[in-house]
């Protein structure tokens, strides 16, 4: 069966059942290797994408869900010229929050959306973006690093 997903702003056929997950979609099927498997359950956030600009797990959402939806990838984040995933990505490199790297594209994808919700102008709190941030895990441990990012990330943006 063919579902169509709109991801980084442009239409794609996927040939899969409608119970895959988002997950595979993207990286089996369309090639895009950005969002990461960890889990497969919902619980590190190594797979997060947004959709309808917030944060889920695309290990557990299937495509029948997502379509008619607006998707969008780490790819996008990163390379596109969203402001906010601009102020994420120079954090990111400015506080140097990548260790080994596996789970970045999760912590980015949900510092991102949790960023896009912060009132313009408002500085969130430690708690706030822990709070946020509370579903994506790193092995390595640069949760201090993550913090400071998204704050920082958050002050350009103020």
Known sequence: MTTTLHINGRDRQVDADPSTPILWALRDTL????????????LCGACTVHLNGQ??????TPISAAAGQKITTIEAVTEGS?????????AWV?????????????????????LKSVPAG???SETEIDSAMAGNICRCGTYARI???V????????
């Open 82 to 90: 969203d402001k906010v995933g601009k102020a994420v990505r120079a």
């Open 151 to 158: 704050a920082d990330a958050a002050k350009s943006l103020a």
């Open 147 to 149: 913090r400071v990012a």
């Open 55 to 60: 944060a889920i797990r695309s290990c557990i």
């Open 94 to 114: 400015k506080h140097d929050v990548a260790q080994c790297g596996y789970c970045q594209s999760g912590q980015i994808m949900s510092a991102t959306a949790f």
């Open 122 to 124: 408002k500085l969130p």
């Open 31 to 42: 090639g895009m290797t950005g969002t990461k498997f960890g889990c497969g359950a919902a």
